[in-house]
């Protein structure tokens, strides 16, 4: 399992008791039970996945027009001009922040366009 908080860009502290202080008030004895931690910071996220810039685990800014909609260039749906080959992450809408749903809606997209399935 993992944890993150939020942190100023560049800052290079350990949130780790934080994180931990914060689950504990709610699951006594969850310390206790931890095998090993692992700590990385903004850079060092950004690092390891270009797209993490700043080490922003939601996809980098969310700006009002990406807020409003997909852009008028993107493709409809999550669909790609590749058959069978669909995006969904933290880049697609709704946006980063909102765990799953990008995955839900292109599942969604995927099943009305290769099956004819339409989820209610």
Sequence with gaps: ???YC???NGWEGDATPVIEA???????GFRERILSRSSWGPKRLER???NLVGGDV???????SQ??????????GYRTPKA????????????????GMAGFHGARCALRHTF????T
Excluded: K
């Design 48 to 50: 390891w996945d270009g």
């Design 67 to 76: 807020m409003l909609g997909p852009s008028r260039w993107s493709l409809p």
């Design 6 to 8: 939020h942190v100023p």
């Design 22 to 28: 914060q689950i504990e008030r709610f699951a006594p």
């Design 116 to 119: 004819g399935i339409r989820p």
């Design 1 to 3: 399992a993992w944890g």
């Design 58 to 64: 939601n996809g980098g800014a969310l700006t009002l």
């Design 84 to 99: 069978g080959l669909y995006l969904c992450s933290a880049s697609t809408p709704p946006g980063g922040g909102v765990h």
